[in-house]
């Protein structure tokens, strides 16, 4: 990689740092780390809704097999079955975004635990060698540790600058009226989706 590269790499993300309030940062990456564990979670029913066809259909294969009679017909490949995403939860109404502090020794174990998702890898020559499923499987989880990882740099630069830090979040209008929140006004840029 060239130098020239790596400055503007650079300068273009202190621009867009810039660009953005701390607030609607930290809530774009909640969104997107939540979207990615729901895009997870619902491989994860889908896989296990699979497994559970499978096991059923070998069940019944292995009871007409003991009893001596013929095998039932083979039903539908469950792989060929659409795959039908979770229902969403819906709009429940307003949201306000909030803001509240983030204990101290929340912070420590920030600080202390951080890990770079870049620097962890699997060995780029053993993910080669592996099936697709599996770098498929390890892209996803590389992806939710990137945005953790940002989630947490921004906690701890908060940190390093105040002396504290805030977390910023969505919650509904009749949540955020709760203890130990207090409302915030958030650019529109944290609004989009």
């Known amino acids: 990689m060239a130098g020239g590269d790596l400055s503007s790499r650079r300068r273009s993300?202190?621009?867009?740092?810039?660009?953005?309030?701390?607030?609607s940062r930290?809530?774009?990456?909640?969104?997107e780390w939540r979207v990615l564990l729901d895009r997870r979670m619902a491989d994860i029913e889908a896989h296990k809704k699979d497994?559970?066809?499978?096991?059923?259909?070998?069940?019944?294969?292995?009871?007409?097999r003991l009893v001596g009679a013929s095998p039932p017909p083979p039903c539908d490949p469950p792989?060929?079955?659409?795959?039908?995403?979770p229902?969403?939860?819906?709009?429940?109404?307003?949201?306000k975004v909030v803001k509240q502090r983030v204990p101290q020794d929340?912070?420590?174990?920030m600080i202390l635990n951080l890990r770079d998702p870049y620097n962890d890898g699997?060995?780029?020559?053993?993910?080669?060698?592996?099936?697709?499923?599996?770098?498929?499987s390890y892209a996803e989880s590389r992806a939710i540790q990137e945005k953790l990882f940002e989630y947490r740099q921004a906690i701890i630069k908060q940190f390093r600058q105040n002396g504290y830090a805030e977390d910023y979040a969505e919650v509904d209008a009749a949540?955020?009226?709760?203890e130990g929140y207090v409302e915030v006004e958030v650019e529109d840029d944290a609004e989009e989706n």
């Open 87 to 95: 229902p969403s939860a819906g709009p429940s109404g307003a949201k």
């Open 122 to 136: 699997y060995p780029l020559e053993k993910l080669r060698r592996r099936d697709q499923s599996f770098r498929e």
């Open 51 to 64: 497994e559970e066809v499978r096991h059923k259909a070998l069940v019944e294969l292995i009871k007409a």
């Open 106 to 109: 929340r912070i420590d174990h």
């Open 79 to 85: 792989s060929l079955l659409p795959v039908v995403p």
């Open 26 to 31: 930290m809530i774009k990456l909640k969104r």
């Open 175 to 178: 949540d955020a009226n709760a």
């Open 13 to 23: 993300k202190r621009l867009k740092e810039a660009s953005q309030s701390e607030a």
